[in-house]
């Protein structure tokens, strides 16, 4: 089904309302009383099986139910608010012809129902699997049972969730409250929700929903934004958006790959529903490229407003990409724009002195990368720094990063179909490895002795340009998922992110912490295709264990 509704959801509801009250395997004997029950005794093993097989067929059978209806004319004429034709017959082309001219087009626009013969073919087989497993009563009583579970489950996770959101509310409650005993009485309130959340998380079929619930939340994040609120992440944008809404300009620091631009962007969407002015800083530019500069045409001269001028009138966030690269020259003008408050009033100088009001939604938002001698930056003055409501942007923890692999992995209904062990077991050796790629490129780790390292003086290997951001990941694995997972994964780590780095040495590197992490086991040289990399290399890489 295509709701905004999730499907559990919409299946709580459904029972709610009871427009549904009997489970799958009850329902189908009771359309089919002509299904012959079968004595055949089960094995234990068998019936769950069985079970699980029915379990499996159940929503196939919903969701191709549901498919062929809504492409039938019943729906359309529903929408419509008009009966349904009972046939539809070729118009003559002398009736053509009037309708045109008469202005009735949408005659003529009528389509016959939309037909889905493989489908129906599919509901067909899949209805005939039921059959043949609801007719074990074995099967029919065990999978009863799991039903009334599921239901409890899915009402108990729904609890949950309502209990969490209300812990949200008192929560934002105690910012505005004064009164000692409000306050008191939120916290009470809180104790006895964080008691109770931990009763009903005492269920592992209940822990087991929510995490299943949680990446299809995160999927369903990807598919629409591009942007996943892990736990970590949650917090900190939450963070970004109580500083938002006290009118202070915000500056992230961080690596490259930690995703600085892209947190500010979700929190411009979230918070304004806006994509923010941007604004990327460089060495070459001026204050006429940040606020705008007269423009000549034939009919006579015209200002061209910059991306602050831009934001301001439009009521938008300004993204400075890279502060620490603004030349000086122009800090003292940005100064000036970090002072103003929604209200006050703007000199725009290259605008023979126009003064603009500054209106609501309009912030600063900026990113610097941390100094360090993989950038070249500008020393950003104190007094200018002091401005921001400042913090540093980590890279995901290693288990948020297998979290969003996996989100982009499951279907719908959270289901993780990528072929045999070996390729989860090969997901979770590509987080460790991206762990360990970004650990080395912020010189967080300093015992790798890869290509350009000194044993004897205890320094370590280092990444130059290369690291493993999310966005790196996700397009390695869109493309393992694009061949059906039938390449082994580490085909894709090769073709999307080694071979594309720059830096030979890099390259070597990024080899080398690969076959740490237990890929390229019987990969040959010529098949890497980079300068430099021997046999004799490639087998001790192969040979040496992580530090």
Request: proline letters at 1%.
């Given at each position: 089904m295509t709701h905004s509704v999730s499907?559990?959801?919409?299946?709580?509801?459904?029972?709610?309302?009871?427009?549904?009250?009997?489970?799958?395997?009850?329902?189908?004997?009771?359309?089919?009383p002509e299904i012959e029950l079968s004595r055949e005794k089960l094995s234990d093993e068998q019936v769950v099986e069985y079970c699980n097989q029915l379990a499996k067929l159940a929503p196939e059978r919903a969701q191709l139910g549901y498919l062929l209806y809504r492409g039938t004319e019943q729906i359309r004429a529903r929408k419509e608010n008009r009966k349904k034709p009972e046939e539809y017959k070729q118009v003559p082309l002398e009736k053509e012809i009037l309708a045109i001219k008469k202005g009735r087009i949408e005659q003529l626009l009528k389509k016959p129902p939309v037909e889905h013969p493989q489908?129906?073919?599919?509901?067909?087989?899949?209805?005939?699997?039921i059959k043949t497993l609801v007719s074990y009563p074995q099967v029919v009583e065990r999978y009863r049972k799991e039903f009334v579970q599921k239901i409890r489950t899915l009402q108990s996770v729904s609890e949950i969730e309502k209990l969490r959101k209300y812990k949200e509310n008192l929560k934002e409650t105690e910012f505005s409250a004064v009164d000692e005993k409000i306050l008191s009485h939120n916290k009470a309130r809180i104790a006895a929700a964080k008691e109770r959340i931990a009763i009903l998380e005492k269920n592992p079929a209940v822990l087991n929903e929510e995490r299943r619930r949680e990446l299809i939340g995160y999927r369903r994040q990807l598919k629409r934004q591009g942007f996943v609120e892990t736990l970590q992440v949650k917090k900190l944008v939450d963070e970004l958006a109580a500083r938002v809404r006290s009118g202070k300009p915000l500056l992230l620091w961080g690596h490259t790959g930690t995703g600085k631009t892209e947190t500010f962007r979700h929190l411009s969407w979230k918070l304004f529903n806006k994509e923010p002015e941007m604004f990327s800083g460089s060495e070459e530019i001026t204050h006429y490229d940040l606020f705008g500069k007269t423009q000549l045409k034939p009919e006579g001269s015209y200002f061209q407003g910059g991306p602050a001028v831009k934001a301001i009138q439009e009521g938008r966030p300004l993204l400075i990409d890279e502060v620490d690269l603004v030349p000086h020259a122009i800090i003292g003008r940005l100064q000036d724009l970090l002072t103003r408050r929604p209200g006050k009033?703007?000199?725009?100088?290259e605008n023979s002195n126009e003064e603009i009001k500054i209106p609501e939604g309009f912030i600063v938002l900026a990113t610097g990368n941390i100094r360090s001698s993989k950038y070249r930056r500008e020393d950003l003055d104190p007094a200018f720094l002091r401005r921001f409501w400042q913090t540093e942007l980590k890279y995901l923890p290693l288990n948020e990063t297998f979290d969003i692999l996996l989100a982009a992995l499951i279907d719908r209904r959270g289901a993780l179909n990528i072929g045999s062990h070996q390729n989860i077991e090969d997901l979770k050796n590509l987080c460790q490895a991206a762990k360990f790629v970004q650990?080395?490129?912020?010189?967080?780790?300093?015992?790798?002795?890869?290509?350009?390292?000194?044993?004897?003086?205890?320094?370590?290997?280092?990444?130059?340009?290369?690291?493993?951001?999310?966005?790196?990941l996700l397009t390695i694995i869109e493309q393992w998922k694009a061949k059906n997972?039938?390449?082994?994964?580490?085909?894709f780590i090769l073709s999307e992110f080694i071979r594309s780095q720059t830096v030979r040495r890099d390259q070597l590197n990024l080899v080398k912490i690969f076959c740490l992490h237990g890929f390229f086991k019987n990969k040959k040289t010529e098949d890497f295709g980079i300068s430099g990399l021997t046999e004799e290399k490639l087998l001790a890489y192969r040979a040496e264990k992580k530090p």
């Open positions: 499907c559990d959801r919409m299946f709580l509801l459904m029972i709610k309302e009871r427009f549904i009250s009997l489970n799958i395997a009850d329902r189908v004997l009771r359309e089919h489908e129906q073919d599919r509901l067909q087989l899949v209805e005939d699997q009033t703007i000199t725009i100088q650990d080395v490129f912020t010189g967080e780790k300093t015992d790798f002795l890869g290509e350009g390292a000194d044993a004897s003086r205890g320094i370590g290997a280092t990444l130059e340009k290369a690291t493993l951001s999310i966005g790196d997972f039938t390449h082994p994964l580490e085909d």
